[in-house]
């Protein structure tokens, strides 16, 4: 399985972006992919996540409301449209795959992870 993602930049607050991951090889519908970032100096954190199967979602409380996850199934991507921007959604912005019928949250439960994309907000 690889993930790419892409779609970060320098955006001033109240501004949006919206971010794609393109996933391959994937061979189940039985897996979820999350959003998480990294601050620096920071741990990296989940975002929001969904799964393949159904559509369900997850959101960080931080990110409740401004920022929403969603999949196009037959193009094999996600997105996170992020809306409202902040300076303290300053991150490299990584996505992720993990098997299961869950969406998991831990940065060390995922199985598989894409290169990150730089968002930068300024003020």
């Known amino acids: 399985v690889q993930l790419q993602a892409s779609g970060g930049g320098l955006v001033q607050a109240g501004g949006s972006l919206r971010l794609s991951c393109v996933v391959s090889g994937r061979t189940s519908s039985n897996a979820a992919t999350g959003w998480f970032r990294q601050a620096p100096g920071k741990e990296r954190v989940f975002v929001a996540g969904?799964?393949?199967?159904?559509?369900?979602?997850g959101y960080a409380d931080s990110v409740k409301g401004r920022f929403t996850i969603s999949k196009d199934s037959a193009k094999n991507t996600v997105y996170l449209q992020m809306n409202s921007l902040k300076p303290e959604d300053t991150a490299v912005y990584y996505c992720?795959?993990?098997?299961?019928?869950?969406?998991?949250?831990?940065?060390?439960?995922?199985?598989?992870w894409g290169q990150g994309t730089l968002v930068t907000v300024s003020s």
């Open positions: 992720a795959l993990r098997w299961g019928s869950t969406i998991y949250t831990a940065a060390q439960q995922q199985n598989y």
């Open positions: 969904i799964r393949w199967s159904g559509g369900n979602t």
